[in-house]
């Protein structure tokens, strides 16, 4: 069903765009038509669509999946999807997502292979970065813990390329918790960290269930979680090179675990 726009449904749409808003209301906003498709084909509820009426009209696919969920769309000019969009130039398509309801317990009980644990993450664009390369490598599930940076929030979910709509993601945990959870459970939790072993030579290690525990981009991880892991493993680099950036150390250590799992076909 296609309406007129109605004032109140936008404003809570915008409002979407701040993290206290978005746990507010456990929904948050998927930018741009090819987005708002794949939410529309995946298994989360879509509560509400906006789009302009050029997208209305041209994108028929888009159109054909709200029909097929029957999600309401609500058309809006061009003006009021700019106060939507977070994007220089918005693409005339939004979808309210609502959260998925998933936590650490439940992940736990499915016998994970892969698990990826991101421990005071500040930056969105590696945050959806590691999302999109934890979906790549096939892993179960990623945990960010609740000093992180929300993976709901715009640049995040742009980053994610998708991705946060395809493997399952944890939220508001505490970190230590989550690594003596994980470990109770019979996965073992590898550190990315540049006092560690060699990854490269940690075969082993590798081909057993794992979480990866990746930290800031500025400080790591501390002394007190990387204690907590099995094992600190490093990325062996030129001496010109001190380390990788958080979202290519992550790619790394993720394809060598998915390597040796099997968790993506490698």
């Known amino acids: 069903m296609i309406r007129s726009p109605h004032n109140s449904k936008v404003a809570a749409a915008r409002e979407l ?3 206290k808003e978005r746990t507010a209301a456990r929904a948050f906003l998927v930018e741009g038509p090819h987005a708002t498709l794949e939410a529309l084909r995946s298994d989360h509820v879509v509560r509400e669509l906006f789009l302009t009426p050029d997208v209305a009209d041209s994108d028929d696919a888009l159109r054909e999946a709200a029909g097929s969920r029957r999600v309401a769309v609500t058309l809006v000019d061009a003006a009021v999807a700019a106060t939507l969009g977070e994007t220089v130039h918005p693409q005339g398509a939004f979808a309210v997502v609502e959260m998925p309801s998933i ?16 421990a005071k993450v500040a930056d969105p664009g590696n945050a959806g970065t590691v999302i999109r390369t934890a979906d790549a490598a096939g892993a179960d599930a990623v945990v960010v813990s609740r000093e992180s940076v929300d ?15 395809h493997v399952p993601i944890v939220t508001g945990v505490d970190a230590a ?55 600190r493993l490093r990325i062996p680099t030129t001496d010109r090179v001190e380390s990788l ?8 250590c993720l394809f060598a675990s998915a390597r040796a799992l099997g968790t993506n076909g490698v």
């Open 177 to 231: 918790t989550a690594i003596d959870e994980i470990r109770h459970a019979g996965v073992q939790v590898l550190a990315a960290a540049l006092d560690g072993d060699d990854l490269f030579g940690a075969q082993p290690a590798l081909s057993r269930p794992t979480a990866w525990l990746f930290g800031s981009e500025a400080h790591g991880l501390g002394a007190d979680l990387a204690a907590r892991a099995d094992q």
């Open 17 to 19: 765009r701040a993290r």
């Open 245 to 252: 950036n958080l979202a290519s150390a992550a790619a790394v």
């Open 103 to 118: 936590d650490l317990t439940s992940v736990l009980q499915d016998h994970p292979r892969l698990l990826v644990l991101l």
């Open 151 to 165: 993976p709901f929030g715009g640049k995040c979910v742009r980053s994610s390329a998708g991705s946060v709509l």
